[in-house]
């Protein structure tokens, strides 16, 4: 009873705070309710989620939003690993080196992202000017401006600014590993890719699993990134279904349509963050 | 422990109820408080000195001055939240020229008829006033600056090779070949602008489309997209494209790339808002002698003079229907508007009055040359079609930028884009 009593003002705050604001919005989703059309609103049931999933930009934001997540989250766990493995050896400065590598991740992605597009800027940048001098190239590459590139260039910075996290998450599963298993290993004459394969992946996997989930969730809700790098540009190539809700809820004031989008979001993630658990206990009751 | 917690929950309310208590007392002695809401980005210290000399003259009324973020849309979604919620604050707001459409139909304006006379009215740019307009004509807002989007080039590339200063878009594309080829510098580009998707992209466009004769808005009032001038315009995009006048990065470019570009002086000509005429000028700028300021160039076959159209700004102020003290907040509106204090503003800080016959103001042009060109520019100005599309103008000119940006970036053809623009339009504009 005292228990409860204790929990109750957190409680509160995450009620009033999380669970009425979404509740809200569910219910803004089944009406009509939009200031770009004045007067009273009426519920109308799911024809927000049907007019949504017809129209092209949206579907061609979800799609955005999968390959963005997809390929972006294959890069940063690979790098991840590599940069983990590096790190968990006995190096010289290592821990100057684990901070060092948490700058990417740690520094606001809206501020990132405005030096990159800097660094990107096809006639200014320096990526350009670097290309060009050294005559690797003949023509100014248009980074964010070119629709077969954009996707490309935003996944590039995606991934420089988190691979770090990912390293992190892995690295505390290989410090769980014991010594001894490798001494054990070479012994019984095991190879450097059979100790990774037999001794180090099986470890580390629930770790990489976790930093895949996070990661996920995260790429799936990209904003700051579109935002601040390409505004979703060019003509839509770069729009994330977060990106395409804001626009839809903040600037359009179209409460009805943007609240669906962000429950069809919640939906998606839903089942992504189930489809890992899944995968997670799997792997638990084999081990 | 529960002696803290009541403490903490008394301090709460009373903070909560503070401004409302002081509200009472100052009420009490027929002292009115007023907020104006204005972004601090462009007003310099003269906002401030002149808020301070309103106080001075009027000890009855206290000024706040809310200062709102300088990005638009940051500074609209605060309005609006305000305004939902059915708030006083702040009594005066600051509106960019294409909300009044929106304001206007949501009711979250005032007319200002009654405090302001048609004499009065008919001082300011009537392109402006236009746009806060209904169509029963009552008058919402009162511009307090305005500004616009401006030609720029380089005149000591063209004298050099004897070119004249371009009045159509053909002359424009030439003289950039001219001079790209002749300078033969793999650096230089032809014409630089906005033509990233954002709303300066749809004032781009806006300026070909009136220079093909075209116009947004047809005879019936109804917003036209797909038409022959609007795909002659498009074609004209996107062929300055293809034939290299305009680099392909032109497609990410807000206007600080365009501006950053020409200063250097890698670009001969540029399409962009006259804000950036100081940074350009600045003493250390390699380009600061040799920049001028221009008309807007037309198409082939019609008469400049009749036809070009600028693009133009303005910020405006109306007031919030929620306001419990209106008469003081159209006093401070009337002082703020007054030709004295804007002629000020403008002197200050390049921000030029949103009124006819400034340019021949001896201490206007004085203090900034430029404006007698801006002032040419701002008596060709046209506005988007914010009063027409009303509450939906965001939207619209989400559709028409996603659309031309389609067609420069070549995932649509131009008959297509127009063809879809049109149609999401008449969807939502319920045609």
Not at chain 1, 112 to 126: E, K, P, Q, S, T
Not at chain 1, 152 to 170: H, N, P, Y
Not at chain 2, 293 to 298: D, F, H, K, L, Y
């Amino acid at each position: 009873m005292e228990a409860i009593l204790l929990v109750m003002p957190a409680l509160a705050a995450v009620m009033l705070v999380l669970l009425l604001p979404t509740l809200n919005s569910l219910r803004m989703s089944l009406t009509n309710f939009s200031l770009s059309r004045p007067g009273p609103f009426d519920f109308v049931g799911l024809q927000n989620y049907r007019a949504a999933l017809r129209i092209g930009e949206f579907q061609r934001s979800i799609r955005n939003t999968f390959v963005f997540t997809a390929v972006g989250v294959m890069f940063q766990v690979s790098l991840g690993l590599v940069l983990a493995l590096l790190l968990n050896r006995a190096l010289k400065l290592r821990g100057l080196l684990r901070a060092t590598i948490l700058f990417p991740w740690a520094l606001p992605t809206a501020l990132n992202a405005i030096v990159w597009r800097w660094m990107y800027n096809a006639d200014l940048g320096v990526f350009n000017f670097l290309l060009l001098q050294s005559g690797l190239v003949q023509q100014r590459i248009n980074w964010l401006g070119a629709s077969n590139l954009a996707m490309g260039s935003m996944i590039f910075v995606a991934v420089w600014k988190t691979s770090s996290f990912m390293a992190l998450i892995i690295l505390t599963g290989l410090q769980t590993i014991p010594d001894d298993l490798y001494e054990a290993a070479i012994i019984d004459g095991a190879s450097p890719w059979q100790r990774f394969r037999r001794i180090t992946f099986p470890f580390v996997a629930p770790a990489i699993v976790l930093s895949m989930l996070l990661r996920s969730m995260d790429a799936f809700r990209a904003f700051e990134l579109p935002f601040t790098l390409t505004e979703g540009g060019p003509a839509g190539t770069t729009q994330t279904i977060s990106l395409y809700g804001y626009r839809q809820l903040f600037q359009f004031l179209n409460f009805d349509r943007g609240s669906a989008v962000a429950v069809l979001q919640f939906l998606m993630l839903l089942v992504l963050g189930i489809v890992y658990i899944v995968i997670l206990r799997k792997r638990e009751k084999a081990l | 422990m529960r002696r803290c917690f009541v403490v903490c929950l008394v301090v709460l309310l009373v903070m909560a109820s503070g401004s409302a208590f002081a509200r009472g007392a100052r009420e009490a002695d027929d002292t009115v408080t007023i907020q104006i809401g204005l972004a601090p980005r462009e007003v310099g210290q003269t906002f401030p000195a002149l808020l301070d000399e309103f106080r001075a003259a009027n000890p009855n009324i206290r000024v706040n001055w809310l200062e709102v973020p300088g990005v638009p849309g940051e500074q609209k979604n605060l309005y609006v939240t305000n305004l939902i919620g059915g708030s006083d604050e702040p009594d005066i707001m600051a509106l960019d020229i294409i909300w009044p459409g929106e304001f206007i139909a949501n009711g979250w304006t005032i007319p200002l008829n009654d405090y302001f006379t048609d004499a009065e009215l008919a001082e300011f740019n009537p392109a402006l006033i236009d746009a806060a307009t209904t169509l029963d004509g009552e008058v919402h807002a009162i511009p307090f600056y305005q500004n616009a989007v401006h030609f720029f080039y380089r005149r000591d590339l063209l004298e050099k090779y004897n070119l004249s200063v371009p009045t159509t878009w053909s002359e424009l594309e030439e003289a950039a070949r001219v001079v790209v080829e002749g300078e033969n510098n793999p650096d230089l580009v032809g014409y630089t602008s906005m033509w990233a998707q954002i709303e300066g992209l749809f004032m781009n466009y806006l300026q070909f489309l009136w220079g093909a004769g075209g116009n947004m808005v047809d005879a019936r009032g109804r917003v036209a997209v797909d038409t022959a001038e609007g795909r002659k315009a498009l074609n004209q995009m996107v062929g300055m494209l293809d034939r290299g006048t305009a680099p392909e990065s032109i497609l990410t470019y807000r206007p600080n790339d365009a501006m950053a570009l020409f200063r250097q002086g890698r670009s001969v000509f540029m399409v962009v808002q006259g804000f950036v005429w100081p940074i350009i000028t600045e003493p250390d700028s390699p380009v600061a002698d040799v920049v001028e300021m221009g008309s807007i160039p037309v198409f082939d076959g019609q008469n400049p003079e009749t036809t070009r159209r600028h693009a133009i700004g303005a910020w405006m102020f109306a007031i919030n229907p929620n306001s419990r003290n209106v008469d003081a907040a159209v006093e401070l509106i009337r002082f703020l508007t007054r030709e004295e204090n804007q002629v000020r503003l403008g002197v200050e800080t390049g921000n030029l009055p949103p009124r006819l016959g400034m340019e021949n103001n001896p201490a206007l042009i004085d203090a900034v040359p430029i404006a007698a060109q801006q002032f040419r520019n701002f008596a060709l100005g046209d506005v988007r079609p914010s009063v027409h599309t009303g509450e939906n103008y965001t939207e619209f000119s989400d559709i028409m930028q996603r659309h031309i940006h389609s067609a420069l970036t070549g995932n649509m053809s131009v008959n297509q884009a127009l063809r879809s623009a049109q149609a999401e339009a008449d969807a939502l504009l319920g045609k």
